[in-house]
């Protein structure tokens, strides 16, 4: 019964002990039966493992595969068991990339940046910058290597074809390293034809290679070997998850640049590519560029990760297929395998990855994109060279160190470029030092064409600027790159044993303006004739700049009080006169009451306790005004939700869609920006359509006391090449505009409209002269159109009235090739807002523009002033709100004397009133200079100048920074 209970669902016992006694059915023993069962389970395994290695005994016949590619097989084993190293750079004797023929050359005479500290620095000390300095020396350059540096090399002992160049005391450093450029295969000027940036068949590309799609005939390399860069990893672009493998180049190009031929393979800094580098992407682009809801993803960062994690099993499955292939044809031999390597060029790159011999870059912004591909690293272990954009790193530098390998991988960062999409949205222009100081690394890139890459040091020189201490800000586009490209014991500093790749700056190359004198690469100079700016020499000093102070904390209020001013820019109602030096500046009621030696308000603010803040090298300048731009129309550039949206076939009034309140507008007035001239974009930055809105940038809303001081300020309309979009071609959208105005001339001036916000009652305040027609445009050919319907129209106003001329004001705003024109616009006295102020011919209407020294003698800025045009200086993108002060700088910087800092800054501010013809307050100019003024310290046109107080014009407050 108990038995019957068991079998029908009871527990088995635990033991035999517990088990019921019962009768034996053989004779054997019950021990003596388990002991054979056991010999022959062991006989049974001991048979099972003789069949399988017998499938591949050593006296088996050979396989009837080829031998030959079996053994070649096998040698692929070995490398894929290796694991690249730094390639040495001390000890050889000359460059693999040297061009035989070329003379040795001797720099006579720099002041050198070597790139490390002295020798018996410590790591602790060289952090904290001790042991750096400019040494006085000279440069040998022979065989494509530096050979010695050292001060009083005797020319005389060398050959008598060595080049001796003297710098005569210049700044010598190492050639600029971009780490992150799509320079070649983003060509420029832009077309759909040159375009291989991103491969757009799949997600998942690592298989596809940035070297395949370099155009050698790119100008925009030269133009970037023009900023002092001789190096940059050209990386695929950010579309896809995995975009493919990227190549380190150097920047010279074909005989003219002392190569042997005009090669891609020519253009590799490592010609034996002992590293190789992978582009990886985190969020949005991916999900915006291939997720289709119900179709495929990814659709969202959570498919991202899927996306990642997918792609690294496949390359996971690859390398232990190959890993055990390899063990078994090492053990039996690899005559008798019955199958070839298993190889897969899919994924091959990516099994790559997982051995650790491709550097990888990430382009991830955000803490939950850090975070993700952080645990990626970890589970599929390997390490990560970089992220880049990178602008949330510095929030979670602990995650990053949490990152698989020997070290945290470095932040590749713009210095202040952000706002643009969402996930740009958070950052920090101290982001550089704050990562510092968490012991992590910051590098400072271009993202080229996002920005210039001409013009990369100047990114590093702003970070500088906010905190960063000199030695990392100039080691971050230099010796960091270099070690994180594995090319440390090669490029990046000024030693023997490293490539020559030296630049001679006019200045300092932290220093606003900065401009190389000459270029080499492996030893040779890249400029036969380079031009050279006239600018006054200063020699290196003796000890380290220290860094700018950031601010510790913002108040509001209506009195303080300022000490140490050097300079005043206002009306000469508060100029600083006879004490100019040493200047008090007194702020009573959001006005400035007093420049000068202030004796009375400096007793009432010793009873009252107003606070007196003494500064070194104050300046009280104007505020600065932006015009064309986008702000108070856009939040965040990519974002809809937060963008009054395009207009290319309605006509519509900036003043009707201002949003103010934004971060943009914060950082505006933060950084002295407190006017704004906006109109509704057209199509996307930098183009315009209808009537733009003079505001306040401090103010809350429109209705705000002082939030607008023009509601209408110009007509606006857009005739670059995104006029196609709505015209379809150049000559109708000119032709349109020609049609518009002469039917507003036609009109009866007199009579009465019933709706005096349409875009006819707008033109006819352009025809009479009460308004400016604005027209975006960068090609000569189209602004040379545009002077033709000018003439035209001013002809037939003249014609059409009784008394006086017609003369349309006109203002160009963008004006790339506007040079070309200098004389014609000044003598039809067009102003021109230069927006970029420097451009880099990134579209085709800018092909011809000018990019400056060493290449080109000036640019626009140049040309422009030179002819008489009225000129000013805006932003084609709103990020550059905290960099006005220094573009006007570098206009300043590069003038060789022709404008005095007082027209530097007239270019932000009085210019734009005056190409307007905009009083810039209807209550007189001593009325505006007493609320609305910037107090720096430092000169505003310099890096480290800091803005201590803001008169925004709104109200009694004051922005004080303590």
Same mark, same amino acid.
């Given at each position: 019964?108990?038995?019957?209970?068991?079998?029908?669902?009871?527990?088995?016992?635990?033991?035999?002990?517990?088990?019921?006694?019962?009768?034996?059915?053989?004779?054997?023993?019950?021990?003596?039966?388990?002991?054979?069962?056991?010999?022959?389970?062991?006989?049974?395994?001991?048979?099972?493992?003789?069949?399988?290695?017998?499938?591949?005994?050593?006296?088996?016949?050979?396989?009837?595969?080829?031998?030959?590619?079996?053994?070649?097989?096998?040698?692929?084993?070995?490398?894929? +068991?290796?694991?690249?190293?730094?390639?040495?750079?001390?000890?050889? /004797?000359?460059?693999?990339?040297?061009? !035989?023929?070329?003379?040795?050359?001797?720099?006579?005479?720099?002041?050198?940046?070597?790139?490390?500290?002295?020798?018996?620095?410590?790591?602790?000390?060289?952090?904290?910058?001790?042991?750096?300095?400019?040494? /006085?020396?000279?440069?040998?350059?022979?065989?494509?290597?530096?050979?010695? *540096?050292?001060?009083?090399?005797?020319?005389?002992?060398?050959?008598?074809?060595? *080049?001796?160049?003297?710098?005569?005391?210049?700044?010598?450093?190492?050639?600029?390293?971009?780490?992150?450029?799509?320079?070649?295969?983003?060509?420029?000027?832009?077309?759909?034809?040159?375009?291989?940036?991103?491969?757009?068949?799949?997600?998942?590309?690592?298989?596809?290679?940035?070297?395949?799609?370099?155009?050698?005939?790119?100008?925009?390399?030269?133009?970037?070997?023009?900023?002092? *860069?001789?190096?940059?990893?050209?990386?695929?672009?950010?579309?896809?998850?995995?975009?493919?493998?990227? %190549?380190?180049?150097?920047?010279?190009?074909?005989?003219?640049?002392?190569?042997?031929?005009?090669?891609?393979?020519?253009?590799? &800094?490592?010609?034996?590519?002992?590293?190789?580098?992978?582009?990886?992407?985190?969020?949005?682009?991916?999900?915006?560029?291939?997720?289709?809801?119900?179709?495929?993803?990814?659709?969202?960062?959570?498919?991202?990760?899927?996306?990642?994690?997918?792609?690294?099993?496949?390359?996971?499955?690859?390398?232990?297929?190959?890993?055990?292939?390899?063990?078994?044809?090492?053990?039996?031999?690899?005559?008798?395998?019955?199958?070839?390597?298993?190889?897969?060029?899919?994924?091959?790159?990516?099994?790559?990855?997982?051995?650790?011999?491709?550097?990888?870059?990430?382009?991830?912004?955000?803490?939950?994109?850090?975070?993700?591909?952080?645990?990626?690293?970890?589970?599929?272990?390997?390490?990560?060279?970089?992220?880049?954009?990178?602008?949330?790193?510095?929030?979670?530098?602990?995650?990053?160190?949490?990152?698989?390998?020997?070290?945290?991988?470095?932040?590749?960062?713009?210095?202040?470029?952000? @706002?643009?999409?969402?996930?740009?949205?958070?950052?920090?222009?101290?982001?550089?030092?704050?990562?510092?100081?968490?012991?992590?690394?910051?590098?400072?890139?271009? !993202?080229?064409?996002?920005?210039?890459?001409?013009?990369?040091?100047?990114?590093?020189?702003?970070?500088?600027?906010?905190?960063?201490?000199?030695?990392?800000?100039?080691?971050?586009?230099?010796?960091?790159?270099?070690?994180?490209?594995?090319?440390?014991?090669?490029?990046?500093?000024?030693?023997?044993?490293?490539?020559?790749?030296?630049?001679?700056?006019?200045?300092?190359?932290?220093?606003?303006?900065?401009?190389?004198?000459?270029?080499?690469?492996?030893?040779?100079?890249?400029?036969?004739?380079?031009? /050279?700016?006239?600018?006054?020499?200063?020699?290196?000093?003796?000890?380290?700049?220290?860094?700018?102070?950031?601010?510790?904390?913002?108040?509001?209020?209506?009195?303080?009080?300022?000490?140490?001013?050097?300079?005043?820019?206002?009306?000469?109602?508060?100029?600083?006169?006879?004490?100019?030096?040493?200047?008090?500046?007194?702020?009573?009621?959001?006005?400035?009451?007093?420049?000068?030696?202030?004796?009375?308000?400096?007793?009432?603010?010793?009873?009252?306790?107003?606070?007196?803040?003494?500064?070194?090298?104050?300046?009280?300048?104007?505020?600065?005004?932006?015009?064309?731009?986008?702000?108070?129309?856009?939040?965040?550039?990519?974002?809809?939700?937060?963008?009054?949206?395009?207009?290319?076939?309605?006509?519509?009034?900036?003043?009707?869609?201002?949003?103010?309140?934004?971060?943009?507008?914060?950082?505006?007035?933060?950084?002295?920006?407190?006017?704004?001239?906006?109109?509704?974009?057209?199509?996307?930055?930098?183009?315009?359509?209808?009537?733009?809105?003079?505001?306040?940038?401090?103010?809350?809303?429109?209705?705000?006391?002082?939030?607008?001081?023009?509601?209408?300020?110009?007509?606006?309309?857009?005739?670059?090449?995104?006029?196609?979009?709505?015209?379809?071609?150049?000559?109708?959208?000119?032709?349109?505009? +020609?049609?518009?105005?002469?039917?507003?001339?036609?009109?009866?001036?007199?009579?009465?409209?019933?709706?005096?916000?349409?875009?006819?009652?707008?033109?006819?305040?352009?025809?009479?002269?009460?308004?400016?027609?604005?027209?975006?445009?960068?090609?000569? !050919?189209?602004?040379?159109?545009?002077?033709?319907?000018?003439?035209?129209?001013?002809?037939?106003?003249?014609?059409?009235?009784?008394?006086?001329?017609?003369?349309?004001?006109?203002?160009?705003?963008?004006?790339?090739?506007?040079?070309?024109? &200098?004389?014609?616009?000044?003598?039809?006295?067009?102003?021109?807002?230069?927006?970029?102020?420097?451009?880099?011919?990134?579209? @085709?209407?800018?092909?011809?523009?000018?990019?400056?020294?060493?290449?080109?003698?000036?640019?626009?800025?140049?040309?422009?002033?030179?002819?008489? *045009?009225?000129?000013?200086?805006?932003?084609?993108? !709103?990020?550059?709100?905290?960099?006005?002060?220094?573009?006007?700088?570098?206009?300043?910087?590069?003038?060789?004397?022709?404008?005095?800092?007082?027209?530097?800054?007239?270019?932000?501010?009085?210019?734009?009133?005056?190409?307007?013809?905009?009083?810039?307050?209807?209550?007189?100019?001593?009325?505006?200079?007493?609320?609305?003024?910037?107090?720096?310290?430092?000169?505003?046109?310099?890096?480290?100048?800091?803005?201590?107080?803001?008169?925004?014009?709104?109200?009694?407050?004051?922005?004080? %920074?303590?």
């Amino acid at each position: 019964m108990k038995e019957m209970e068991y079998r029908k669902g009871e527990l088995p016992p635990y033991s035999a002990v517990a088990a019921p006694e019962r009768r034996r059915r053989w004779p054997v023993r019950r021990t003596r039966g388990l002991k054979f069962v056991a010999l022959a389970c062991l006989a049974f395994i001991v048979y099972a493992q003789w069949r399988q290695i017998d499938s591949f005994p050593r006296h088996r016949p050979i396989s009837k595969l080829s031998v030959e590619k079996l053994a070649e097989d096998l040698r692929v084993c070995s490398k894929l +068991r290796s694991k690249p190293q730094d390639p040495i750079g001390l000890g050889r /004797e000359r460059n693999a990339r040297y061009v !035989d023929g070329h003379k040795p050359t001797l720099i006579k005479n720099a002041s050198i940046w070597v790139g490390e500290p002295a020798a018996g620095t410590s790591s602790e000390d060289a952090r904290a910058g001790k042991g750096f300095e400019w040494i /006085e020396a000279d440069v040998l350059l022979e065989y494509g290597l530096i050979k010695e *540096v050292r001060k009083g090399i005797d020319a005389s002992l060398f050959s008598s074809d060595t *080049v001796v160049w003297d710098a005569k005391g210049r700044r010598l450093t190492s050639g600029i390293i971009d780490m992150h450029s799509h320079a070649g295969v983003d060509s420029l000027p832009g077309l759909n034809g040159n375009d291989d940036t991103n491969e757009m068949g799949s997600n998942i590309t690592p298989y596809v290679r940035s070297i395949d799609g370099i155009n050698v005939f790119d100008h925009q390399i030269q133009v970037i070997k023009s900023g002092g *860069v001789t190096t940059s990893l050209i990386l695929p672009g950010s579309s896809n998850n995995i975009g493919g493998e990227a %190549f380190v180049i150097k920047h010279a190009v074909g005989e003219p640049d002392g190569r042997n031929e005009t090669s891609i393979a020519d253009l590799l &800094a490592d010609p034996d590519r002992n590293w190789r580098y992978i582009k990886m992407a985190c969020g949005e682009n991916s999900k915006r560029t291939y997720g289709k809801a119900g179709e495929h993803g990814p659709t969202s960062r959570l498919g991202e990760s899927w996306e990642f994690r997918h792609a690294f099993e496949q390359a996971a499955k690859l390398v232990q297929d190959q890993n055990d292939w390899c063990t078994l044809a090492e053990s039996v031999g690899v005559e008798r395998m019955n199958t070839y390597l298993p190889q897969d060029l899919e994924w091959e790159t990516l099994g790559a990855v997982l051995r650790g011999q491709v550097h990888v870059n990430t382009h991830c912004y955000t803490v939950p994109d850090l975070e993700a591909f952080v645990d990626h690293t970890n589970e599929f272990k390997f390490p990560i060279r970089a992220f880049h954009h990178a602008h949330q790193t510095f929030l979670v530098p602990e995650v990053l160190k949490r990152a698989w390998g020997d070290s945290p991988p470095a932040s590749a960062l713009f210095a202040d470029n952000m @706002w643009y999409k969402a996930e740009a949205y958070i950052g920090s222009e101290y982001a550089g030092k704050v990562l510092y100081e968490n012991g992590l690394t910051p590098i400072y890139v271009s !993202d080229n064409p996002v920005l210039n890459a001409q013009h990369v040091v100047f990114e590093a020189a702003k970070s500088f600027g906010y905190g960063l201490p000199y030695h990392a800000a100039l080691a971050a586009v230099t010796t960091a790159p270099a070690e994180r490209l594995g090319l440390g014991q090669r490029i990046g500093k000024v030693k023997p044993g490293f490539d020559a790749d030296i630049v001679v700056w006019d200045s300092d190359p932290l220093s606003v303006g900065a401009t190389p004198v000459q270029v080499w690469i492996d030893g040779t100079a890249q400029f036969d004739d380079p031009v /050279e700016l006239r600018k006054p020499f200063s020699s290196a000093p003796s000890s380290l700049p220290e860094v700018p102070a950031a601010p510790d904390e913002i108040v509001s209020t209506s009195d303080v009080i300022f000490t140490g001013v050097s300079k005043s820019f206002l009306s000469p109602m508060f100029q600083s006169g006879a004490h100019s030096q040493n200047s008090t500046v007194a702020i009573s009621g959001g006005k400035i009451t007093c420049v000068g030696v202030c004796e009375e308000e400096l007793e009432i603010a010793s009873k009252s306790g107003t606070k007196v803040i003494s500064l070194q090298n104050g300046y009280l300048t104007r505020p600065f005004t932006i015009f064309g731009s986008l702000l108070g129309l856009n939040g965040i550039d990519a974002e809809k939700d937060t963008d009054n949206g395009g207009s290319p076939s309605v006509f519509s009034r900036g003043v009707d869609g201002l949003a103010l309140g934004t971060k943009k507008l914060h950082y505006a007035q933060k950084y002295g920006v407190t006017r704004a001239i906006s109109a509704p974009k057209y199509s996307g930055q930098g183009t315009h359509q209808g009537t733009s809105v003079g505001f306040r940038t401090a103010a809350k809303h429109a209705l705000d006391h002082g939030a607008i001081f023009a509601d209408d300020v110009a007509v606006h309309y857009t005739l670059d090449l995104s006029a196609k979009r709505g015209s379809t071609s150049i000559s109708n959208a000119v032709n349109e505009l +020609r049609h518009k105005l002469l039917e507003a001339v036609a009109a009866d001036a007199n009579a009465s409209t019933t709706d005096p916000y349409t875009e006819t009652a707008f033109l006819a305040k352009v025809i009479d002269g009460e308004l400016p027609l604005a027209i975006s445009v960068h090609s000569a !050919d189209a602004i040379a159109a545009i002077l033709k319907v000018k003439q035209v129209v001013d002809k037939a106003i003249t014609s059409s009235r009784a008394t006086g001329s017609g003369n349309i004001r006109l203002v160009l705003i963008g004006g790339a090739e506007s040079f070309l024109l &200098a004389d014609e616009l000044a003598a039809a006295d067009v102003g021109v807002v230069l927006s970029p102020l420097l451009s880099y011919r990134n579209g @085709w209407d800018q092909r011809r523009a000018l990019t400056g020294a060493p290449l080109t003698n000036g640019t626009a800025v140049d040309a422009l002033v030179a002819a008489g *045009v009225r000129v000013a200086v805006g932003i084609e993108e !709103d990020w550059l709100v905290r960099d006005v002060g220094l573009l006007a700088g570098i206009a300043y910087k590069n003038s060789q004397g022709k404008l005095s800092e007082k027209e530097a800054l007239d270019l932000v501010s009085d210019n734009v009133y005056a190409i307007l013809g905009l009083k810039q307050s209807g209550s007189g100019r001593e009325r505006e200079d007493e609320r609305e003024f910037v107090v720096f310290e430092g000169s505003p046109l310099e890096i480290g100048a800091r803005v201590r107080a803001v008169g925004g014009g709104v109200g009694e407050e004051v922005m004080v %920074f303590l």
